[in-house]
């Protein structure tokens, strides 16, 4: 009898949390929003107003802007974002500031005007990832900020989304510069803002413009503008100035703003230029491209090295300065590539566009180990790639039959270098090329058919 009772109670017991189930389910889920769809869609359907935080029906909603802001800073930084919604941070390779505050940006003389009733505070920025290096900084125009209540010239021009401000000038031209202190910096700094920003381009380089427009459009749905050429006011209700960087060639998910690594940025990479393959196994019969340089660092027994290739069984394509200029079609015809050689170089650069799986063979000329491994080594493992070194030996450098085996060029490149950074570069950067020596190639082409599964 008493167990009786006990399921009778059991049962109803049942039967009332059904009920009540039931109720919540009719309250939340058939009216007309849904508390986190709403939530959720106000992020993801913004359309870039400044829409300041209120509260409704109780539950406080986070101003979208502010959102994506608080994501370029943390600890101190955050709580000066938040305290007094401007916010500069400084390390070793670059300076962001960001302002969630209505900004006035005068093109023509370079100048950002934040609205605050506080005593005013001058900032200057060169907005560029490479702070380190004052050559490149020399090419670099500085944006000054004036915090507080200085007076602001009219606005021409009024804008729904933020601005990020950033440099085309520095080292940009050169492969690897324009994806390690440009491109890479940018999807750092604006994919989380899914294309809702403007950006405003100093030291503008319109075929810098036209080469990565593919990136620049997926990045942000608004036409470039062109700092010198528009010379106008702009109003904005943030901006950022400058760029996060993380490393040479890589993402770091636990660095600002969080969450995004190498993978991603591959993945961007294959949305913007629409490149089928994603893995290496997708392809048939292994290809090889081939990095020719015609100047500094050129193989001087290419044809030789081509033919030892098709020998192995590779399909080679020979990439040729003119060749690779046009990125748009040039990165269809990489991610085509199982397998990448190339001599230390800008071209190296080109690896981010290969598949997954795929096999970077970087060759190291005469006294460039470290710059080989520190540029491209260890970041091609982040791309998920495959990486060989092939270091060439002493006689395989045209400096060797230049300087005997006992100059210190050959026996000590240390010493070049201890004479400084111009003296290292124009022996061993702009100084040498290369020849092969075949049989020890073959070696590594080898080893990566191997990682290819042939």
């Excluded at 009920?19 to 939340?28: D, G, H, K, N």
């Excluded at 023509?108 to 920025?125: E, G, M, P, R």
């Excluded at 060439?392 to 300087?403: C, G, W």
């Amino acid at each position: 009898m008493g167990k009786e009772s006990s399921r009778s109670v059991l049962g109803a017991t049942s039967v009332v949390l059904l009920l009540v189930i039931f109720m919540l389910y009719a309250a939340y889920f058939t009216s007309d929003v849904c508390p986190f769809d709403s939530w959720k869609d106000h992020l993801s359907n913004w359309n870039g107003s400044p829409h300041r935080r209120e509260v409704d029906k109780g539950v406080e909603v986070v101003d979208p802007l502010e959102f994506t802001m608080r994501r370029l800073v943390r600890g101190e930084d955050r709580v000066q974002l938040e305290t007094t919604g401007f916010s500069c941070h400084s390390d070793l390779h670059s300076e962001v500031c960001v302002t969630k505050k209505p900004v006035t940006i005068d093109n023509n003389a370079l100048i950002a005007y934040l609205q605050s009733s506080q005593v005013q505070v001058s900032h200057t920025v060169r907005p560029y990832a490479r702070k380190e290096d004052e050559m490149a900084m020399e090419q670099v125009s500085p944006v000054q900020i004036f915090d507080g209540n200085a007076s602001s010239p009219a606005c021409q021009f009024t804008h729904d989304v933020p601005a990020v401000v950033f440099s085309s000038g520095g080292f940009t031209g050169n492969l690897f510069h324009d994806f390690n202190e440009v491109i890479i910096p940018l999807f750092i700094t604006c994919y989380h803002f899914k294309s809702h920003l403007q950006f405003v381009i100093t030291d503008f380089k319109p075929w810098w413009v036209r080469k990565y427009n593919q990136i620049l459009t997926h990045l942000s749905k608004f036409e470039v503008i062109n700092a010198a050429k528009d010379g106008g006011v702009h109003c904005f209700p943030g901006a950022i100035i400058g760029l996060k960087y993380n490393d040479n060639l890589a993402l770091s998910p636990t660095e600002i703003p969080g969450g995004y690594s190498m993978f991603d940025f591959k993945h961007f990479l294959r949305e913007t230029y629409n490149l089928k393959i994603k893995n290496v196994s997708d392809i048939e019969k292994p290809k090889l491209l081939l990095i020719s340089r015609p100047k500094t660092r050129k193989f001087m027994n290419e044809d030789e090295m081509v033919n030892m290739m098709e020998e192995l069984g590779f399909e080679v394509v020979v990439a040729t300065p003119n060749r690779m200029s046009n990125l748009d079609n040039f990165a269809e015809v990489l991610n085509s590539c199982s397998v990448m050689v190339g001599a230390h170089g800008a071209g190296v650069t080109n690896a981010v566009f290969l598949p997954a799986g795929a096999v970077l063979v970087q060759v190291v000329p005469l006294g460039l180990d470290w710059a080989s491994t520190a540029y491209f080594g260890g970041p091609a493992k982040e791309m998920g790639m495959h990486y060989l070194e092939y270091k060439i030996e002493p006689k395989e450098s045209s400096l060797f039959k230049e300087y005997g085996p006992d100059h210190p060029v050959i026996s000590d490149p240390m010493s070049i270098f201890m004479k400084g950074y111009n003296a290292a570069r124009a022996t061993y950067v702009d100084g040498q090329n290369l020849m092969i020596n075949l049989v020890r190639f073959r070696d590594t082409l080898e080893k990566a058919m191997k990682f290819l599964g042939h």
